[in-house]
Structure formats: structure tokens, C-alpha cells
């Protein structure tokens, strides 16, 4: 089963965590890794420590911020929200992947001897 | 932006490893104990639902490892931690720690001290001005020969030439300066033309410039002061502009301004006046400016600029033929003039040598990293087994190079500082402080931008084939053998041959170079100039004009002082004179009785004139060969007479005495008063790195209408140097107004440096020094190699020796990996130091640059140091015990 989930592009990530704190508000890590999961139904393979790599890139850039607080389980947690430039910053890389993602449909769809 | 902020951010965590790890470690446990909830909910076992919080984790150590790596800067943390790795390392070997550091720290040394040196000759200039390549230094030459600039001659350059911006023209004066602080005392001044701070591009910190009104004649004369000579005389008070001194007595002159501290032009003057064309200097063969500087104009080359000169000079030659024929306009760079023709061809020379040396250097620590390297395989092969990629295993050995290098620059620094303050004492430790105007052994930061280049050029040269060798290593072999796998690979064999081979070539070349200016020094030194300059002392003493502008002063003079000299205590005699190599003797035109009539000049007959008083010969230990030398009588009312030297006396007159010849001597074309030869000498030498015997006339000191400034001799039967203060004494005693310009040095030291300021002896030296540390550093090379094979090879010595080899074989197997390569380095040195040494030839006296002398001498030393280099391990290995060898490991 394993061997069909599908590997995560290289800054991929980054986008769904984003994404996922610009809709879900404040998160912890643990939060975000199950989230994410849930969203892909499993489909990718997600090492849950690479998140904390994201999370501390994302925060560098200024596009996410963190506060420590308490989980509903009662349990300290570090909490990250998305920032103003956060963002922006998903926008303009939604609109990109949706830029993307048409042209490899096409590509992909054209047939071999087609004249498109 | 962004980036910008992440590289802020990065360095930022780089600082706070520590607090962040605290922060990560809390982090991961609250995420696995949230998931081990979320688990024990769906119904598992605590441990296992532990045991997958931790799988879809990816592991507590690697998510900080990826974490780490994101935030910081996980590069650099890398350099750090090898850096750590290579400090710990090399303090547990050191004996070749402190080989390899003391190796580097020479050859890094040496290097720095040569840029030093190198650097303020060849391409320093004038302190302070800008551009100093684009000034010229012009002179005129006669014969080849430097004859002085002629004010004339240089307001003719300057009206004619379109190659400069501006000519400026330059001479030195001696003056007695009087101001109101109190009794006269004597400095030195330079004058200038008026433009000659503009086209050096300097303003005075306070008060004006010169205007161009101030060098026409009858200007009101003005001074500007040396910031120096400010602050000691005047100790900076700026209410100096504006005040009057006197000096030599002519009318008060205004100082006017104090040029920036540190700027001197062109040296060692303690204020500038204008040179004002006197009746005296508009005479066109009076060539007795220094010289005249000029800066090009944007986009003339040199070669434009030296041609439009050539020729106004020749235009100047026709137009002038009696006081320009044959003198040339030449144009040299501040090298060329200040330092000499051959600097650029010497002092590179220096730098090759020491180029040598840093290369020996390296390929010495290369094989001591080689040889440490293949005893850190199994470490090493255990490294990569472990995943450490190939990179990062190179990376390891270049940082451990470049740490021994970099430690190496740092005490190379200090042997740099240590050596150019000894190469400033030995070159003209006379002028102290004077030279350091035209040249400054300062080390600045282009020193040290130097030293760091070749310190990390050294640490990657070094480190390079020890790194690619190791990281390439198949690493099964390595560890299934324990280790000695790869030592006795023919690889690694071969290329420490190879590392010989070369340092063999190059401690040859520089043997070979050194071998040769010592020959050439030796024939310098002990070469017979036909005087006997031991116990003899030298100076040159000025007369002033005022006091001593008639011709019978003059005399008077120097006749009272030789007979003061004389009653010295020990003082055998003294004599004034030209000593040799106290400066080229002038030539004159001139012929013989029966020659018939002769223009000066057309004929091409020149000769070598001197003048010198009674008892010259006597002094100088030359030997009258007939006749007598001049006396007393020799004045203006005796017979016109004249002493010819042996070379003048067969050319002219072989078979036949030359005593009552008689000969006349031109002053441009005005032929002089018939002479007499009243003695023949034997042939003096006065260039001894020329050793030229050239013909040549003495003319008395007593008959002759010359003036000004003469050199003074005296001998004694002890060493010199004990008399200089009773000299300087007798001397203030008759006059406490004659200035002594030169001296007393000892005439033996001025031929042994070569000349006034000659730098030949220190040049031997210094060739001889890194010579001497090439071949040592070769042999040391050599031994290291040597030795290093036999420990690595005890085992297969042991089973030879087992197997029944002798002891004689052992010797011979080990003797031959080092005569071998030793060999083939000689060959190929040898044919190398052929052509290197040709480069030398200009500054060698009477030998070849392949004198198979030397070259055999050099073949013998290297040969007795390879073999003392490789016996020392040789007979380690002879002593092997095949029981212990065999057991060893």
C-alpha cells in the first residue's frame, strides 16, 4: 500500500500548511500533520517531522507566526497562525499552482498525434 | 525581502542553537503524546500506539536533524564542527603539527617578506601620490651614462614635448638656515619647479602651493616645509606660515605652506624652495639638476612619450652640437631610476626564489598529509561506510590543510615582520631613515591580503591530492585489510616520487642560482681593483659656495685639512680623490702631441678623467709604476702635468716611456693646456661589478679649475672605524660649516656592498638563505618520505629478511626509493637552472650563469643531502627484527 502513496514535491509542503492555517486559524504541529492527512486521504506520504522543518522555514520567512498555549486535551503546545504576508503569499502561489496544474492537464490530455 | 530575512533569521537561530533545541524537545514530545492519544482512542495498546506515533514521526533524532538544517545555517555548523574536528586531531600528533606549521609558517613567511620588499620597489612609488605609473623620470645620458638634467635642456622638453601633462625638474641643496629661534643650523632642502606638487598630484595641508610666479628669477623667495621638519623644529604651530628664514644668507625667505605628513618628494628634504634659474644654471652644459620628472598625459604610452623626447633631444643636439652632442633625453619608471636598471630583473629574481621555496613547502606538508592520511584509512573508509558522502570526507581533509595553513600564516607573519626588519638594517644601514621615504617596508594590508591568499592557496594546494586520493578510496579493500591496503599502492607511491622529484629540481635551480652570485661575489670581492681598501676611510665633503667660491679657497682648503688629517695619531695619509666605486669617473676629450689637429667630439676619443691631490696613490695603496705621483709643486704655477694609468700608457705609447709625453684635454672644444706625464700608476678599477680596466688620466687638484665638493681619503695601519670621530672633529675643527654630504664609510665595506648603496652583498645573502632552506627542506621532504615507507613496509622487510635477504639488500631497497628520485630531480634541475640562471647574467661579475664549477658543487651537496636523508631510515629498516616485524600490527 505504501508503495502507491504519492511523494510530496519539493515545496508543496510549505503551500498545504500554509493553506491549511489560512483556513483551520490556529494550529500546532501535530494539528497540521493530521489535518493535511486527512485532506489527502492518505494519498501522500508524509514523514510527520518534516513539518517542523516547514513550520520553522515558513516562520523565518515571516509568512506564519507561533505562541505557545494549551491544546483541548489540556496539554502545552506550540500554536502557529498564518501572517498578513502569509497570506499573500498563498494566493499568489494558489494562482500559480492552478496555472500549473491547468497546463500539465493539457499537456498530459493532448494526444500523441493531435493537432492542437 | 524574503530572502533577506530568512538569511537574517538563519543567522539569528545560529546563535540560539540551544534555546531552540529546548524548544524542539517539547515541541516533538507534545506531538507524540498527542498522537499517542488520538491513537489509544482508536482502541490500541499504549506501547503500540506509542511505537506508531514514533513511525509517522520519521523519529525523534532525524525531524530535529531536518529542523535544524532549515533554520540554520547547516553549512557553515559543518565547517565549525570540522574545524573542532581538525584542532582535536592535530593536537593528537603533534610532532606533525608543529612540523607541518613550522613548514608552512616559513615558506608563508618568507613569501610575505619578499612581497614586502618586492612590492616597494617594483611597484610602490611615491607615497601618497596617485598614479605613480604615469610619471616619468628623465635624465640625460651620455655614453650610456647618466650626466645630470641641464635647466635649459629641460625648459626646451617642457615647451616641446605634447606627451605630458607637465615636466617638473628637481635638485638637491645643502643650506644653513637661520631662523628666529635662535643659531644656524644645516638641513637639507629640495628645489622644485613650481607645477611640481600639481603633477604629484599633492596640496599643502596649510598655506599655498607655489605659484608660477615664484621660480621666475627675482621672485621673492618662499619656502614650503616638510610636515616632519614642522613638528620638530616648529613643533606644529601653524603661525609659521607667513615667517621669514634665512638661509644661506641670501634675503629672508616666507614660509608659505606644510605639505601633508608622510609625503616627501624625493626624499629626506626638511622644506622645498623653488628652483630659480640662477645665471649659473642658464648655462646649457651645466647638467647639475638631479633630475626632471614628468606625468603622461591620458593615453600616451611610455614608448610615445620616450620617442617625442628622443627627438627634441636630437633637435637640441643639432641646434647645440658643442654642449649636446651625444647627450640623450632617457626616461625611466621609479624603479628604473631610484632603485636601478636591474631592480625589476633582481628583486623578481627574489620573488622566484622564495616562489620555489613555497613551492617545496607545499609538496613537503602535501606528503606529510599524504602519509597521515593513509594512517587515518581505516577512520576515514569507517566514515564513509557510515554514509558520510565523499564531499563531506574532502571537505574534512581540505579544512584540516587549511587550518594548518592558516596557523601557519599566522607565525609567518611574524618571520615576514622579523625578516624585512632585517632586510631593512642590512640595506643601507647608513641611510636609516632616508631610504624609508623612497621605500617603505611597511606592512599594510596589501601585505596581508597577500599572506592570506597564499596561506589559503598553501592549505588547498596541500590539501587537494590527500583529499581526492582518500575520498576515492574503495573502502571494502581498506577495511578488510586492516588498514594497510592502500599504503603500499603504487599510486600514492607515485606521486610522493613525483612530489620529490620536483622538490629535488627546485632546491637545484635556487642551489644553483645562489652558487653563482656567490662565485660572482666572491670574484667581486676579492678581484684586484689595484688599491688596497682595507683601513681606508672614505667621505665626501661639501664646500660652500660663498665662503669658498674662489679656486684658492678651494685649495686652501683641502691643503690645510690633509695636513691636519695627517697629524692624527696614526694617520699614515691622506689624500682628496675619487675612491673607487665612490661614483663614475667623467670623460673628456682629448690628444696626443703628433695626432695633428682634432675636433672634440668628431674623433670619439674620450677618456676617463679623475682629479685628485698629492699622495693619492699612497693612500689608496695603488703602486706608482715610473715617475711620481703629484706633489705640493703640482699647483697653478707649477708645469702642467698629468699621471696616466698602465692600460693609457700601452695603448698609446707601447715599448716606449710614456714619461714626458705630452697630451691636452678638451673642455667642449676648447682644447686645454699641453700636459706633461709626470708618472704612470697601475690600473685601478673604479665599477667593481664592471671590473672594466678601462685607459684613464689623473689630473691635480692644484691645476685644475674645479670646485665644490670632493671626496677625502685617509689610511691608517688599524682598523678604520676608530678613527671617524676624530675625523668628523679635525674636520669642524678647520671649518664648522663644511658639511659632510657622504661618509666616513670604510672603503672596504663600500667595495664589498658592491658601491655606495650596493645591495650585491645583501642579494648574495638573501639567494644563499632560501637556497639554503630549499635544500633543507628537500632533504627533510626527502627523509619524511623515506622514512614514512619504511614503517609502512616493516612487515614486508620482515618477511624479506626472513625469506634470507641481507641486510646490505634491505639497504640497498630502501637507499634506491630515494637516490632514485633524487636523481632524476637533479637532471632535471640542472637543465632547468640553464635557463633560469640566464636571467641572473646582468648581475654577475666575471662567471657564467652554468659555471660547471658551481653546478657541480650544487650536484655534490644535494647528493650527500639525499643520501644522509634516506641512510637515516635506511638503517631503521636494516635493524628490522623479522620476529617483531612479523608480529607487529
Given at each position: 500500500m505504501a508503495d502507491s502513496k504519492l511523494d510530496l514535491l519539493q515545496g508543496t509542503l510549505d503551500l498545504m500548511v500554509l493553506q491549511t492555517l489560512e483556513t483551520m486559524g490556529a494550529l500546532h504541529g501535530y494539528g497540521i500533520a493530521r489535518r493535511i492527512e486527512q485532506l489527502s486521504q492518505d494519498q501522500v506520504l508524509l514523514n510527520q517531522g518534516t513539518i517542523y522543518a516547514s513550520l520553522v522555514r515558513l516562520q523565518q520567512r515571516g509568512w506564519i507566526s507561533a505562541a505557545w498555549g494549551v491544546s483541548d486535551n489540556n496539554r502545552k503546545a506550540k500554536f502557529y497562525s498564518i501572517t498578513k504576508a502569509g497570506k499573500r503569499q498563498v494566493r499568489t502561489e494558489k494562482s500559480n499552482w492552478e496555472r500549473l496544474a491547468a497546463v500539465m492537464g493539457r499537456v498530459l490530455t493532448a494526444s500523441a498525434g493531435g493537432n492542437e | 525581502m524574503t530572502t533577506l530575512r530568512e538569511a537574517c533569521a538563519r543567522v539569528h537561530s545560529f546563535f540560539r542553537k540551544r534555546k531552540l533545541d529546548l524548544e524542539l524537545d517539547e515541541e516533538l514530545a507534545a506531538h507524540i503524546e498527542l498522537a499517542t492519544q488520538d491513537h489509544l482512542r482508536q482502541g490500541m495498546s499504549l506501547t503500540e500506539a506509542r511505537r506508531r506515533a514514533l513511525i509517522k514521526l520519521g523519529g525523534i533524532e532525524p525531524s530535529k536533524e531536518v529542523h535544524r538544517e532549515s533554520r540554520g545555517l547547516p553549512w557553515f555548523d559543518g565547517i565549525v564542527q570540522d574545524i573542532r574536528y581538525a584542532v582535536r586531531g592535530m593536537r593528537r600528533s603533534p610532532g606533525f603539527t608543529v612540523t607541518a606549521i613550522a613548514t608552512l609558517a616559513i615558506g608563508i613567511g618568507v613569501n610575505a617578506a619578499v612581497f614586502t620588499v618586492t612590492k616597494a620597489v617594483l611597484f610602490q612609488g611615491f607615497r601618497l601620490v596617485e598614479r605613480n605609473d604615469r610619471l616619468l623620470y628623465i635624465h640625460s645620458q651620455k655614453d650610456g651614462q647618466y650626466s645630470g638634467v641641464s635647466y635649459t635642456d629641460f625648459q626646451d622638453w617642457r615647451t616641446q614635448a605634447r606627451s605630458f601633462d607637465g615636466i617638473g625638474t628637481v635638485a638637491d641643496l645643502r643650506i644653513t638656515l637661520n631662523d628666529k629661534s635662535g643659531f644656524p643650523e644645516r638641513y637639507t632642502a629640495t628645489q622644485i619647479t613650481a607645477n611640481a606638487f600639481r603633477l604629484l598630484s599633492q596640496k599643502p595641508i596649510l598655506g599655498r602651493d607655489f605659484a608660477p610666479?615664484?621660480?621666475?628669477?627675482?621672485?621673492a623667495p618662499v619656502a614650503i616645509l616638510n610636515y616632519r621638519f614642522w613638528e620638530r623644529r616648529y613643533a606644529k604651530d601653524p603661525a609659521i606660515i607667513g615667517q621669514t628664514l634665512q638661509i644661506n644668507g641670501t634675503p629672508p625667505t616666507t614660509v608659505i605652506g606644510v605639505m601633508p605628513e608622510g609625503f616627501s618628494f624625493p626624499q629626506n628634504q626638511d622644506l622645498w624652495v623653488p628652483l630659480v634659474p640662477t645665471q649659473d644654471l642658464q648655462r646649457r652644459d651645466a647638467r647639475n639638476l638631479w633630475f626632471a620628472f614628468g606625468r603622461m598625459a591620458d593615453g600616451v604610452t611610455r614608448e610615445r612619450a620616450r620617442t617625442e623626447l628622443e627627438t627634441v633631444g636630437r633637435r637640441l643636439e643639432n641646434a647645440y652640437p658643442r654642449t649636446n652632442q651625444g647627450q640623450v633625453p632617457r626616461l625611466e619608471s621609479f624603479t628604473e631610476f631610484f632603485i636601478g636598471p636591474n631592480a625589476t630583473l633582481i628583486y623578481g629574481a627574489l620573488w622566484g626564489a622564495v616562489g620555489f621555496v613555497f613551492l617545496i613547502v607545499c609538496a613537503n606538508v602535501t606528503n606529510l598529509l599524504l602519509a597521515r592520511a593513509i594512517g587515518r584509512s581505516r577512520e576515514i573508509s569507517l566514515r564513509i561506510a557510515l554514509g558520510a558522502g565523499r564531499w563531506r570526507i574532502m571537505r574534512q581533509l581540505l579544512i584540516e590543510s587549511l587550518v594548518l595553513s592558516g596557523v601557519g600564516g599566522v607565525f609567518g607573519w611574524g618571520i615576514a615582520s622579523w625578516g624585512v626588519r632585517a632586510y631593512e638594517l642590512a640595506t643601507n644601514p647608513q641611510i636609516g631613515e632616508w631610504s624609508r621615504d623612497l621605500l617603505d617596508y611597511t606592512m599594510d594590508y596589501r601585505v596581508l591580503a597577500y599572506l592570506v591568499a597564499i596561506s589559503i592557496g598553501a592549505g588547498l594546494l596541500c590539501g587537494l591530492a590527500p583529499a581526492l586520493r582518500l575520498s576515492r578510496w574503495n573502502l571494502n579493500t581498506v577495511l578488510k585489510d586492516g588498514?594497510?591496503?592502500?599504503?603500499?599502492s603504487g599510486r600514492r607511491k607515485g606521486l610522493s616520487s613525483l612530489l620529490i622529484i620536483g622538490e629535488v629540481a627546485l632546491a637545484i635551480v635556487l642551489l644553483a642560482g645562489a652558487g653563482v652570485m656567490i662565485r660572482s661575489f666572491l670574484n667581486m670581492a676579492t678581484a684586484d681593483l689595484g688599491v688596497r681598501p682595507e683601513n681606508t676611510l672614505e667621505m665626501l665633503l661639501h664646500l660652500p659656495e660663498g665662503k669658498y667660491s674662489r679656486r684658492e679657497a678651494q685649495i686652501s682648503f683641502f691643503d690645510r685639512l690633509k695636513a691636519r688629517l695627517e697629524t692624527i695619531p696614526g694617520v699614515q695619509s691622506a689624500a682628496i680623490g675619487l675612491p673607487p666605486a665612490g661614483g663614475i669617473p667623467g670623460r673628456r676629450s682629448y690628444e696626443l702631441t703628433g695626432d695633428g689637429p682634432l675636433v672634440a667630439g668628431q674623433s670619439g676619443l674620450t677618456v676617463a678623467a679623475v682629479t685628485i691631490g698629492p699622495d693619492y696613490f699612497r693612500t689608496l695603496g695603488a703602486t706608482v709604476r715610473s715617475g711620481r705621483e703629484f706633489n705640493n709643486s703640482d699647483g697653478i704655477s707649477g708645469v702642467p702635468a698629468v699621471v696616466v694609468n698602465q692600460r693609457f700608457a700601452s695603448e698609446h705609447w707601447p715599448g716606449e716611456a710614456a714619461l714626458g709625453q705630452r697630451l691636452r684635454l678638451f673642455n667642449g672644444e676648447t682644447p686645454g693646456a699641453w700636459l706633461t706625464v709626470v708618472g704612470v700608476v697601475s690600473n685601478i678599477v673604479y665599477a667593481p661589478s664592471r671590473q672594466e680596466i678601462t685607459p684613464m688620466v689623473y689630473l691635480p687638484y692644484g691645476q685644475t679649475p674645479r670646485g665644490g665638493d670632493m671626496w677625502i681619503l685617509i689610511r691608517t695601519p688599524l682598523p678604520a672605524g676608530g678613527f671617524v670621530t676624530s675625523l668628523r672633529r679635525e674636520i669642524s675643527a678647520l671649518d664648522s660649516d663644511i658639511p659632510i654630504w657622504l661618509g666616513p664609510y670604510s672603503l672596504a665595506d663600500q667595495l664589498a656592498a658592491g658601491g655606495l648603496f650596493g645591495n650585491i652583498r645583501n642579494h648574495t645573502v638573501l639567494f644563499l638563505i632560501f637556497a639554503a632552506i630549499a635544500l633543507l627542506l628537500a632533504s627533510i621532504g626527502l627523509y619524511a618520505v623515506i622514512a614514512h615507507s619504511v614503517s609502512q613496509r616493516t612487515r614486508e622487510i620482515g618477511i624479506r629478511m626472513a625469506l634470507g635477504a641481507k641486510a646490505r639488500d634491505i639497504l640497498k631497497l630502501v637507499l634506491r626509493q630515494g637516490i632514485l628520485p633524487s636523481g632524476i630531480g637533479l637532471m632535471i634541475g640542472l637543465a632547468a637552472s640553464f635557463a633560469v640562471n640566464r636571467v641572473l647574467k646582468a648581475e654577475l661579475v666575471q662567471v657564467s650563469p652554468s659555471d660547471p664549477v658551481t653546478l657541480a658543487a650544487v650536484s655534490a651537496t644535494l647528493i650527500m643531502a639525499a643520501t644522509l636523508g634516506s641512510l637515516i631510515p635506511a638503517r631503521r629498516a636494516m635493524r628490522v627484527d623479522p620476529v617483531v616485524a612479523l608480529r607487529y600490527d
Open positions: - | 610666479s615664484d621660480d621666475i628669477p627675482g621672485a588498514g594497510h591496503g592502500a599504503t603500499g
